[in-house]
Protein backbone atom coordinates (compact mmCIF):
# COMPACT_ATOMS: atom_id res chain seq x y z
CA UNK A 1 0.00 0.00 0.00
CA UNK A 2 0.76 3.47 -0.26
CA UNK A 3 0.94 6.28 2.54
CA UNK A 4 -0.10 9.74 1.88
CA UNK A 5 1.33 12.07 4.61
CA UNK A 6 4.90 11.77 6.85
CA UNK A 7 4.66 13.44 9.65
CA UNK A 8 3.55 12.17 13.10
CA UNK A 9 0.06 10.73 12.41
CA UNK A 10 2.05 8.68 9.28
CA UNK A 11 4.25 7.12 12.00
CA UNK A 12 0.97 5.82 13.76
CA UNK A 13 -0.38 4.87 10.29
CA UNK A 14 3.11 2.94 9.85
CA UNK A 15 3.16 1.04 13.18
CA UNK A 16 -0.92 0.40 12.45
CA UNK A 17 0.32 -1.31 9.33
CA UNK A 18 3.31 -3.47 10.46
CA UNK A 19 1.41 -5.06 13.24
CA UNK A 20 -1.37 -6.14 10.01
CA UNK A 21 2.10 -7.20 8.51
CA UNK A 22 1.29 -5.51 5.35
CA UNK A 23 3.49 -3.96 2.55
CA UNK A 24 4.46 -0.28 2.60
CA UNK A 25 5.36 0.35 -1.11
CA UNK A 26 5.61 3.94 -1.26
CA UNK A 27 4.82 6.66 1.68
CA UNK A 28 4.55 10.45 -0.49
CA UNK A 29 4.04 13.83 1.09
CA UNK A 30 3.88 17.19 -0.72
CA UNK A 31 6.70 18.70 1.88
CA UNK A 32 9.90 18.21 -0.25
CA UNK A 33 11.89 19.21 2.88
CA UNK A 34 10.58 15.72 4.29
CA UNK A 35 12.97 13.22 3.27
CA UNK A 36 12.52 10.09 5.24
CA UNK A 37 9.92 8.72 7.64
CA UNK A 38 11.36 6.04 9.26
CA UNK A 39 13.78 3.19 7.16
CA UNK A 40 11.06 4.66 4.67
CA UNK A 41 12.42 7.29 1.70
CA UNK A 42 9.29 9.93 1.20
CA UNK A 43 8.43 10.54 -2.25
CA UNK A 44 7.02 14.12 -3.47
CA UNK A 45 5.77 12.92 -7.22
CA UNK A 46 2.46 10.86 -7.70
CA UNK A 47 2.94 8.66 -11.18
CA UNK A 48 0.54 6.56 -12.25
CA UNK A 49 2.96 3.90 -11.27
CA UNK A 50 2.69 4.82 -7.75
CA UNK A 51 -1.19 5.14 -7.81
CA UNK A 52 -1.68 1.44 -9.18
CA UNK A 53 -0.90 0.40 -4.90
CA UNK A 54 -4.06 1.31 -3.28
CA UNK A 55 -3.61 4.47 -0.42
CA UNK A 56 -4.24 5.50 2.85
CA UNK A 57 -4.01 9.29 3.14
CA UNK A 58 -1.95 9.43 6.99
CA UNK A 59 -3.28 13.14 7.78
CA UNK A 60 -4.98 14.46 10.85
CA UNK A 61 -6.53 17.23 9.73
CA UNK A 62 -10.00 16.23 8.48
CA UNK A 63 -10.47 18.91 5.87
CA UNK A 64 -7.27 18.17 4.37
CA UNK A 65 -7.85 14.63 4.72
CA UNK A 66 -10.98 15.15 2.30
CA UNK A 67 -9.62 17.81 0.27
CA UNK A 68 -6.54 14.73 -0.26
CA UNK A 69 -9.38 11.96 -1.30
CA UNK A 70 -10.91 14.04 -3.98
CA UNK A 71 -7.71 15.04 -5.61
CA UNK A 72 -6.58 11.21 -5.27
CA UNK A 73 -10.00 10.31 -6.65
CA UNK A 74 -10.10 6.57 -5.72
CA UNK A 75 -8.04 2.97 -5.69
CA UNK A 76 -8.74 3.48 -1.74
CA UNK A 77 -7.04 0.87 1.00
CA UNK A 78 -10.04 -0.52 2.76
CA UNK A 79 -10.29 -0.02 6.39
CA UNK A 80 -7.69 -1.22 8.67
CA UNK A 81 -7.37 -2.08 12.32
CA UNK A 82 -4.50 -2.33 14.49
CA UNK A 83 -3.98 -5.72 15.91
CA UNK A 84 -4.61 -4.58 19.05
CA UNK A 85 -7.84 -3.38 18.47
CA UNK A 86 -11.73 -4.75 19.22
CA UNK A 87 -13.43 -4.53 16.03
CA UNK A 88 -16.85 -6.40 16.18
CA UNK A 89 -17.35 -8.53 12.76
CA UNK A 90 -21.00 -6.95 12.36
CA UNK A 91 -18.71 -3.36 12.18
CA UNK A 92 -18.74 -1.86 8.79
CA UNK A 93 -15.55 -0.10 7.65
CA UNK A 94 -15.12 2.38 5.16
CA UNK A 95 -12.51 2.67 2.61
CA UNK A 96 -9.30 4.38 3.85
CA UNK A 97 -10.25 4.33 7.63
CA UNK A 98 -7.80 3.04 10.37
CA UNK A 99 -8.51 1.86 13.01
CA UNK A 100 -5.54 2.34 16.32
CA UNK A 101 -4.26 0.34 18.91
CA UNK A 102 -7.00 -0.80 21.73
CA UNK A 103 -9.48 1.03 20.17
CA UNK A 104 -13.07 -0.47 20.58
CA UNK A 105 -15.63 -0.74 17.85
CA UNK A 106 -18.85 -2.68 18.93
CA UNK A 107 -22.06 -3.85 17.38
CA UNK A 108 -23.69 -2.78 13.87
CA UNK A 109 -21.67 0.57 14.31
CA UNK A 110 -21.11 1.48 10.54
CA UNK A 111 -17.85 3.89 9.97
CA UNK A 112 -17.56 5.88 6.83
CA UNK A 113 -14.61 6.12 4.62
CA UNK A 114 -11.53 8.32 5.87
CA UNK A 115 -11.84 8.23 9.41
CA UNK A 116 -9.45 7.93 12.12
CA UNK A 117 -10.85 6.17 15.26
CA UNK A 118 -7.81 6.86 17.46
CA UNK A 119 -5.44 4.76 20.09
CA UNK A 120 -7.75 4.03 23.08
CA UNK A 121 -11.30 5.43 21.85
CA UNK A 122 -14.65 3.24 22.32
CA UNK A 123 -17.23 3.80 19.88
CA UNK A 124 -20.36 1.88 21.28
CA UNK A 125 -22.54 -0.18 19.78
CA UNK A 126 -25.02 1.26 16.54
CA UNK A 127 -23.17 4.42 16.08
CA UNK A 128 -22.75 5.94 12.66
CA UNK A 129 -20.09 7.93 11.75
CA UNK A 130 -20.30 9.80 8.41
CA UNK A 131 -16.74 10.24 6.20
CA UNK A 132 -13.60 11.68 7.38
CA UNK A 133 -14.63 11.94 11.05
CA UNK A 134 -11.91 11.85 13.73
CA UNK A 135 -12.36 10.18 17.20
CA UNK A 136 -9.02 11.33 19.39
CA UNK A 137 -7.79 9.16 21.75
CA UNK A 138 -9.81 8.16 25.07
CA UNK A 139 -13.31 9.77 23.58
CA UNK A 140 -16.27 7.37 23.89
CA UNK A 141 -19.22 7.04 22.08
CA UNK A 142 -21.83 5.76 24.00
CA UNK A 143 -24.75 3.86 21.75
CA UNK A 144 -26.54 4.68 18.92
CA UNK A 145 -24.28 7.81 18.79
CA UNK A 146 -24.57 9.72 15.48
CA UNK A 147 -21.61 12.00 13.74
CA UNK A 148 -21.73 14.11 10.94
CA UNK A 149 -19.31 14.60 8.00
CA UNK A 150 -16.02 15.95 9.04
CA UNK A 151 -16.05 16.43 12.64
CA UNK A 152 -13.48 16.10 15.43
CA UNK A 153 -14.40 14.73 18.55
CA UNK A 154 -11.50 15.77 21.05
CA UNK A 155 -9.13 13.61 23.64
CA UNK A 156 -11.46 11.97 26.27
CA UNK A 157 -14.94 13.71 25.29
CA UNK A 158 -17.84 11.95 26.34
CA UNK A 159 -21.04 11.16 24.16
CA UNK A 160 -24.15 10.22 26.17
CA UNK A 161 -26.60 7.75 24.22
CA UNK A 162 -28.26 8.92 20.84
CA UNK A 163 -26.76 11.91 20.71
CA UNK A 164 -26.80 13.47 17.31
CA UNK A 165 -23.15 15.59 16.56
CA UNK A 166 -23.84 17.72 13.04
CA UNK A 167 -21.28 17.69 10.21
CA UNK A 168 -17.69 20.00 10.53
CA UNK A 169 -18.19 20.20 14.24
CA UNK A 170 -15.00 20.29 16.82
CA UNK A 171 -15.73 18.85 19.82
CA UNK A 172 -13.29 19.98 23.02
CA UNK A 173 -10.67 17.27 24.47
CA UNK A 174 -12.91 16.74 27.71
CA UNK A 175 -16.54 17.88 26.95
CA UNK A 176 -19.36 15.98 27.96
CA UNK A 177 -21.78 16.28 25.57
CA UNK A 178 -25.75 15.56 26.39
CA UNK A 179 -27.62 17.77 23.74
CA UNK A 180 -27.57 17.35 20.12
CA UNK A 181 -24.89 19.44 17.98
CA UNK A 182 -25.84 21.79 15.08
CA UNK A 183 -23.18 21.55 12.13
CA UNK A 184 -20.51 23.83 12.43
CA UNK A 185 -20.34 24.23 16.10
CA UNK A 186 -17.19 24.37 18.38
CA UNK A 187 -18.08 22.82 22.02
CA UNK A 188 -16.75 22.50 25.14
CA UNK A 189 -16.63 21.95 28.73
CA UNK A 190 -18.92 19.65 30.93
CA UNK A 191 -21.88 19.86 29.86
CA UNK A 192 -20.68 20.89 26.79
CA UNK A 193 -21.72 24.36 25.71
CA UNK A 194 -21.40 25.82 22.15
CA UNK A 195 -18.50 28.69 22.09
CA UNK A 196 -18.68 29.07 17.96
CA UNK A 197 -20.96 28.23 14.85
CA UNK A 198 -18.66 28.54 11.91
CA UNK A 199 -19.41 30.97 8.90
CA UNK A 200 -18.40 28.37 6.19
CA UNK A 201 -20.57 26.04 3.98
CA UNK A 202 -20.12 23.10 1.63
CA UNK A 203 -18.79 24.79 -1.25
CA UNK A 204 -15.91 25.98 1.40
CA UNK A 205 -15.52 22.27 2.35
Request: proline fraction near 2%; charge should be negative; charged fraction near 20%.
Amino acid sequence: MNIYGASGHAKVIIDLVHSRMEEIHHIIDDNKAITGIYEYPVVHEITPEILKKKTIIAVGNNLIRKRIALRLKGNFFRGISHATATVDKSVELGNGSVVMANAAINADTIIGEHCILNTGSITEHDCLLEDFVHISPGAVLAGGVKIGEGSHIGMGALVIPGIKIGKWCTIGAGAVIIEDVQDFSTVVGNPGKVIKISEINDEQI
